[in-house]
Every structure is written in C-alpha cells, then in structure tokens.
C-alpha cells in the first residue's frame, strides 16, 4: 500500500476498486502457491452479482431511508458489473 501512495507499486483495476498485483506482493516467507494467492486476489463476478442484488435488497426493506450516495455507489457498482 506504502508503495502505492508514493507511485511505485503496482495494482490492478478491477470493478471493485485497485487490487495488488500478485508481483508486487512480499510473499517470500509464506508458504502459498502462486495459483492461490491469483485465487485470493480474484474477484468473481458471479458472487458479485449476488452480493449487489442482495443490497439491493437491503436498500428496499429500509423504506427509503438510505442516503442517496449510498444508493448511488450501488448503482456505480452494479454498472460495473453490468447488471
């Protein structure tokens, strides 16, 4: 994170904000294998969609007491993912 505020570090765009880039990661004293540290950093879209819906849904029970920012971010979120 350090690195990236001062512009060295590396990230990867993503539909829920910058990710680490698996490289730029210090993993040198753990014990993972690469194809699970790209799992970790992964981001699956079918789970999203889910998890959008379902605030979604949230949002509805309260009765329109929801800030609207927080109804927009919703809407920016679900965009991304394209629902």
């Keep these: 994170i350090i690195d990236r505020c001062e512009g060295t570090g590396g990230a990867v765009k993503s539909p829920i904000g910058w990710l680490p880039s698996p490289h730029d990661l210090d993993l040198e004293e753990l014990d993972v ?3 699970c540290i790209i799992e970790l950093l ?4 079918e789970e999203w969609q889910k998890e959008i819906a379902a605030h979604e849904k ?3 029970s309260l009765g329109g007491v ?3 920012e927080l109804q927009t971010q919703r809407e920016q979120l679900a965009a991304r993912f394209k629902l």
């Design 66 to 68: 929801v800030p609207q």
């Design 42 to 45: 992964g981001v699956d879209h």
């Design 33 to 35: 294998q690469h194809k």
């Design 58 to 60: 949230f949002f509805g």
